[in-house]
């Protein structure tokens, strides 16, 4: 298995709170992205990095902000999370820009009331 | 418009049966295709890809076949396991980053 670690997990928090998600990856690849995941959607790209501190919005990003101050480490932050935000969050990896598989992280189940 | 998606959102099958999932897509631009499962509680997990200069591939137990005439996409799973069941999605790539996915078929595998 690709070495991703996503933390935390699960969360739970409130309606106007910020939050940031971690990816961690130990693979040492150059791109990095964060997706959700929605009943009846497949995977929707929120932003994506090309490296360290290159970033890219995805077709979602309205409402996250990203950073990647270190090749491993690729973080989602929602300023003022909102309710239409709770979902599971993924991150994936991978060595090239196509043509290569992305690898996914298990995932961030994060639910905001 | 534009999408990638299945044609059954559930396939129920006996074990050591074959599989067949299959996948629509729309734009035939698009290059590289991706298959993944995905078992609940856990991240979509890479099976097998193949690139638009390919009719078939073949992975352990797994097949896709891509026919760009009709712009269709299928994987084989051979000798349906248990443990294959899960929820399948297919995957395009339309270019710079842009990797599409489709909702996702459910194979369910019983004993």
């Known amino acids: 298995d690709a070495g991703i670690t996503q933390s935390p997990r699960h969360k739970v928090t409130e309606t106007g709170t910020p939050v940031t998600l971690r990816c961690h990856q130990t693979e040492n690849h150059r791109y990095m992205y964060w997706y959700r995941q929605d009943p009846g959607h497949g995977l929707r790209l929120i932003h994506y990095s090309y490296g360290v501190k290159d970033t890219d919005k995805g077709e979602v990003s309205d409402g996250y902000s990203v950073s990647r101050s270190k090749t491993e480490d690729f973080l989602l932050t929602l300023e003022s999370a909102t309710s239409s935000q709770t979902s599971v969050y993924f991150c994936a990896i991978s060595e090239d820009i196509s043509n290569q598989p992305q690898h996914f992280g298990d995932g961030t189940r994060l639910s905001i009331l | 418009g534009e999408s990638v998606g299945l044609h059954l959102p559930t396939l129920s099958v006996q074990e050591g049966d074959n599989s067949i999932i299959n996948c629509a897509y729309s734009n035939s631009a698009s290059d590289y295709f991706i298959w993944y499962k995905q078992e609940s509680g856990k991240g979509p997990q890479f099976i097998i890809d193949i690139r638009s200069n390919m009719d078939k591939r073949q992975g352990q137990r797994v097949t896709v076949l891509l026919n760009k005439t009709v712009k269709h996409l299928s994987l084989q799973i051979a000798a349906t396991q248990p443990g294959d069941s899960a929820v399948y999605f297919c995957?395009?790539?339309?270019?710079?980053?842009?990797?599409?996915f489709g909702t996702g078929t459910r194979l369910l595998v019983s004993p």
């Open positions: 995957a395009e790539n339309r270019g710079f980053q842009k990797l599409v």
